[in-house]
């Protein structure tokens, strides 16, 4: 028996919660309504997450444009250091794409080493003639003119 008698000591829950109850406040529905209030903070708790997810990838959005933006501009700013790099040098269009490097000495250092190549190029090549140095030069009198006769004649002493 003194386990009934202890276990009659012991309140069990159900017991306490049916004693406040006599009290005049019902918990069940104080419960119920706390439920509904948790469900209804649940719904505007997800749809704030979703909004705030909408807003993240927006977000996300502008930044990739301003890197995309960010990295067209430092690639036209390299493309300008290299035009103005290749328009001091004189380099014609045709060797533009020779001309590369990383920064302003790199680019100064190809286009220098571009502008050598061509003028090494450029240079006439000593190509062979018709006429020979010791020789002399082309003939300044037609052959066929009076002009030739008028020479022999006086290179022969004849007037």
Same mark, same amino acid.
């Given at each position: 028996?003194?386990?009934?008698?202890?276990?009659?000591?012991?309140?069990?829950?159900?017991?306490?919660?049916?004693?406040?109850?006599?009290?005049?406040?019902?918990?069940?529905?104080?419960?119920?309504?706390w439920?509904?209030?948790?469900?209804?903070?649940?719904?505007?708790?997800?749809?704030?997450? /979703?909004?705030? =997810?909408?807003?993240?990838s927006?977000?996300?959005? &502008?930044?990739?444009?301003? #890197? $995309?933006?960010?990295?067209? *501009?430092?690639?036209?700013?390299?493309?300008?250091?290299?035009?103005?790099?290749?328009?001091?040098?004189?380099?014609?269009?045709?060797?533009?794409?020779?001309?590369?490097?990383?920064?302003? /000495?790199s680019? =100064?250092?190809?286009?220098?080493?571009?502008?050598? &190549?061509?003028?090494?190029? #450029? $240079?006439?090549?000593?190509e *062979?003639?018709?006429?020979?140095?010791?020789?002399?030069?082309?003939?300044?009198?037609?052959?066929?003119?009076?002009?030739?006769?008028?020479?022999?004649?006086?290179?022969?002493?004849?007037?």
């Amino acid at each position: 028996m003194s386990e009934s008698a202890a276990a009659e000591a012991a309140p069990t829950p159900a017991a306490t919660v049916e004693a406040p109850a006599q009290e005049g406040t019902d918990w069940k529905a104080e419960a119920r309504k706390w439920e509904a209030r948790a469900k209804e903070n649940s719904s505007a708790a997800s749809k704030l997450a /979703e909004i705030e =997810e909408s807003k993240k990838s927006e977000t996300q959005k &502008l930044q990739e444009q301003l #890197a $995309q933006f960010q990295e067209r *501009a430092t690639q036209a700013e390299r493309d300008r250091e290299r035009l103005a790099v290749i328009a001091k040098h004189g380099i014609p269009e045709d060797y533009h794409d020779l001309v590369h490097g990383s920064d302003g /000495e790199s680019l =100064e250092a190809s286009a220098a080493k571009v502008k050598a &190549l061509i003028t090494a190029n #450029a $240079q006439p090549k000593n190509e *062979a003639s018709f006429v020979i140095p010791s020789e002399g030069g082309s003939p300044s009198l037609a052959l066929n003119g009076d002009g030739i006769e008028s020479a022999l004649r006086k290179a022969l002493g004849i007037a």
